[in-house]
């Protein structure tokens, strides 16, 4: 049995804010967006670990509580939206202001007991728009790989993203760890 995968990573980007394609089919009135204002290791952990766990993400699984911390509070660097639906937690985006304009969706899903309810759509609409208002953004980007929800790059392709690279590789199969 092997130790690696072949994960194909796609790049997409946009380069005007009118790239953006908003979702023409929102969903119902219950589903809300709320910034998370107030940086918490636990909740943005909770985010990631509960959204990635059937798509491999683990490159932050063995992040430590400060780590966390350190990530989170840097000023006008991340905003973490979060899609609520009548409470609950449905999904999160996650914007990451880098330097030159640009700012990268770092983190984008959906739990899965709310993937098909047209909430992805109108989350990644939302926040694609949301990258665009912050001051002096040039490009907006994000990559997927093959590991992702099988909607995820024609999700991306269809607000308006650009592939501008593809890359092959092996890697190790993801193990998941615990915060500390």
């Known amino acids: 049995m092997s130790d690696t995968v072949t994960v194909t990573t796609w790049s997409l980007e946009q380069t005007s804010p009118s790239d953006l394609v908003p979702s023409a089919n929102p969903p119902g009135p ?4 709320v910034r998370s ?3 918490s290791p636990e909740f943005s952990r909770f985010l990631y670990a509960s959204v990635g766990a059937d798509c491999a993400w683990t490159d932050r699984l063995t992040w430590t509580r400060e780590q966390w911390v350190t990530y989170l509070s840097r000023p006008g660097a991340v905003e973490t939206w979060v899609a609520y639906d009548r409470g609950t937690p449905a999904g999160y985006i996650e914007l990451e202001a880098q330097s030159e304009g640009q700012v990268e969706i770092a983190y984008f899903g959906l739990l899965p007991a709310f993937r098909g309810r047209r909430i992805g759509g109108h989350l990644l609409s939302y926040g694609i728009g949301r990258a665009w208002e912050l001051a002096g953004t040039k490009r907006v980007w994000v990559h997927t790989c093959s590991l992702d929800g099988p909607h995820a790059l024609a999700n991306y392709e269809k607000r308006g ?20």
């Open 37 to 39: 204002e107030v940086p």
């Open 30 to 33: 219950d589903i809300r967006i």
């Open 161 to 180: 993203f650009r592939v501008f690279d593809v890359k092959t590789e092996e890697e190790q199969k993801p193990s998941g760890h615990a915060m500390k």
